[in-house]
């Protein structure tokens, strides 16, 4: 009788554990579902569709007049010299930006994680710029590189150095594009390494202060490997900032002068939504979606190596 009682009483405790855990797992899926959905319809549908897009002729305009072309998309894509100059002009753009700003970002974390007089003052001037329009700003510096009466020429005058032409001339379009992105999202980056810099102990360098370690050698042995993890996830999201290049070409030079600042993702929407070609602009959109994978997973293992 008591081994039947135990059973029924064991069996009991299993149900009731069983029903709890079914809750927990419905209310766990109730809060998964929205971002699923989400997820579903704004990011897996559209690459489905721009992948069967790709096989077609489609324009916009006509969107009852689509006709499958097979590979021609791909075929013209991979013999186009515009996507090669557009898929140069983005790389060198990630490879520049990604190391400089995140360097920039880390040594603003470091100057106004110290004691300084008004540093509050300098978080904000640092920051300010990113959650200033990118549209804003663009406007902005085209003001500021404009080759006959901008103020960065006027500086340059100044110290004896003829008028640039920046924005005018293909071999200082990219690198003046580069410097004012720099310049707009280091104080984003900043405030993630500032996190993590709170987040270092300080008895570490106060032992290490007693071992007769200097400023540089804590930054060495210390900074550095205490944000690892920061810094990978700074060089994550910088990167695909990077890649996604779109709005400073856009209103600055719309991707010249002879295409020297045109990136994949204006290439995009030149095609797609200006020549109205979406099926060319769906064939560079799946390959620029390759490469962006192939660029995360290579980042990935290089860190993960490190």
Not at 15 to 29: D, H, I, M, N, P
Not at 172 to 181: D, G, L, P
Not at 233 to 258: C, D, H, R, S, W
Request: proline share 3%; hydrophobic share 50%.
């Amino acid at each position: 009788m008591m081994q039947t009682a135990l059973n029924a009483h064991k069996r009991e405790h299993i149900s009731t554990f069983s029903r709890q855990k079914r809750r927990e797992a419905l209310v766990g899926y109730s809060f998964v579902t929205p971002a699923v959905l989400l997820l579903i319809f704004f990011l897996v549908l559209p690459f489905l569709l721009a992948v069967a897009f790709g096989f077609t002729k489609f324009n916009l305009l006509r969107p009852d007049k689509i006709h499958f072309t097979g590979l021609s998309n791909y075929k013209l894509l991979f013999t186009d010299a515009l996507f090669y100059k557009s898929l140069w002009n983005t790389l060198y753009f990630t490879v520049i930006v990604v190391p400089v700003q995140s360097g920039v970002a880390l040594m603003l974390a470091l100057l106004v994680n110290n004691s300084l007089k008004l540093r509050n003052l300098f978080r904000i001037a640092y920051f300010s710029p990113v959650v200033t329009s990118m549209t804003v700003i663009a406007i902005l510096w085209i003001s500021l590189y404009n080759p006959n009466e901008g103020l960065i020429n006027s500086a340059l005058h100044f110290f004896g150095i003829s008028n640039q032409p920046f924005l005018r001339s293909s071999s200082q379009a990219m690198n003046s594009i580069i410097f004012m992105s720099v310049w707009q999202a280091a104080g984003y980056q900043m405030m993630i390494f500032l996190a993590g810099l709170q987040g270092i102990s300080k008895d570490l360098y106060e032992a290490s202060s007693i071992d007769g370690a200097n400023k540089l050698q804590q930054l060495r042995y210390i900074t550095i490997p205490s944000l690892y993890n920061v810094t990978v996830f700074v060089l994550t999201i910088t990167t695909i900032q990077a890649v996604k290049l779109f709005v400073q070409p856009y209103i600055m030079t719309n991707g010249g002068p002879e295409n020297s600042t045109r990136t994949l993702a204006l290439l995009i929407y030149q095609q797609g939504f200006q020549f109205r070609n979406a099926g060319y602009a769906s064939a560079i959109s799946v390959i620029f979606f390759l490469i962006v994978v192939l660029i995360s997973f290579s980042m990935k293992k290089f860190l993960r190596d490190k």
